[in-house]
């Protein structure tokens, strides 16, 4: 895992990583310049607006993905119930879900211990996780978001019926800019895999081709003092 990765393979990732940003949003500056010259030219046709828009937003996506793993600085982890959470992100996602025939249902055990984490980034995590369901049932479907809790960690389940991956690919998924789509930035399972190491939790995916995805975060709880009703003697 990464943790066993010496410095230098770390270094040179942050190479890789770094000639991945400068390409991928160099592509969309270079179509900027190109219209704003055309624009320059008196050339002001409305659909070029447009493009210029566009590329723009797509460098603001770009970067917006990897300031998530950039911590601020007041960064902290606090206990948190995953209910909560949960309950905020879906509440965010609905909108998008809605429009696209897609329906969340939650299925949350009762006492569910808390866990100690970074609010926004967790909340990012699952966001990115449920957009990439909802991405691959173009023709609606049901997700399902089910959380289970075991001795010292919870399970989170995000099951999908959605295209499926092909197994070859699964080892690709978390690769930075790694994408099968059109308008992908291949950043979102990337930062998800960050984030849930840095809460010291598991990501693990499963699926089957046109049946579904499986993605499984285990995350730790916070320590319970051991209520034992039994009185020994
Ligand atoms: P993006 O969504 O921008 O493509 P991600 O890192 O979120 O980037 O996902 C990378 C790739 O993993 C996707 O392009 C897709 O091929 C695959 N993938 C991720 N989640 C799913 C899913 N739930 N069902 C099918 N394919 C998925
Ligand atoms: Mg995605």
Sequence with gaps: TDRLLQKSDKLALVGQMAAGIAHEIRNPLTSIKGFIQLFRANIKKEEYFTIV???LDRINLIVEEFLVLAKPSASVFKE?????LIHDVVTLIN???IMTNVQIIVDIERDVPMISCEENQLKQVFINILKNAIEAMPNGGVIELKVKAETGKI???FIDQGSGIPKERIPSLGEPFYTTKEKGTGL????????????NGELK???ELNVGTTIEIVLPTINQPYLNNKVHA
């Design 188 to 199: 979102g399972l990337m930062t998800c895999f960050k984030i849930v190491e840095s809460h």
């Design 80 to 84: 948190k119930d995953v209910r909560s």
């Design 205 to 207: 995916i499963s699926s």
């Design 53 to 55: 828009l566009t590329e």
């Design 155 to 157: 399970s989170i389940f």
């Design 95 to 97: 909108t998008q879900s």
